[in-house]
């Protein structure tokens, strides 16, 4: 059983930049892709950015392509979501999610995820 763990939300304005981080606990079972995602309210969950967790590929979702960073720390059982300039519609919570099928490449669909964390919110003021 993966457990995980999310920091680092909080307000921000317009422009601004905050960093979510993810620490995963109890890797008993494999897992391939990291991936954050996001929730508005009355908006559907988002896929937003995930990672292999073998070879570091990165896959982002358009609305975030360029301005968010994901990446991880293997010895330190972490990974990360920079996310830079923030825009008001960014405002959800956010969720990091393990999946531990074994696949060529890792994607934005929250039902192939195995572990979630319990969400940090973020919050963007304009």
């Known amino acids: 059983q993966v457990r995980l763990v999310e920091a680092g939300g909080g307000s921000v304005q317009a422009g601004g930049s905050v960093r979510l981080s993810c620490v995963a606990s109890?890797?008993?079972?494999?897992?391939?892709?990291m991936g954050w995602f996001r929730r508005a309210p009355g908006k559907e969950r988002e896929g937003v950015a995930a990672?292999?967790?073998?070879?570091?590929?990165?896959y982002y979702a358009d609305s975030v392509k360029g301005r968010f960073i994901i990446s991880r720390d293997n010895a330190q059982n972490t990974f990360y979501l920079q996310m830079n300039s923030l825009k008001p519609e960014d405002t959800a919570m956010y969720y990091c999610?393990?999946?531990?099928?074994?696949?060529?490449?890792?994607?934005?669909?929250?039902?192939?995820?195995?572990?979630w964390g319990q969400g940090t919110q973020v919050t963007v003021s304009s």
């Open positions: 109890g890797y008993g079972d494999k897992t391939d892709c």
């Open positions: 999610a393990a999946d531990r099928t074994s696949r060529s490449y890792c994607v934005l669909r929250g039902d192939v995820y195995d572990y």
């Open positions: 990672i292999s967790t073998g070879w570091g590929r990165t």
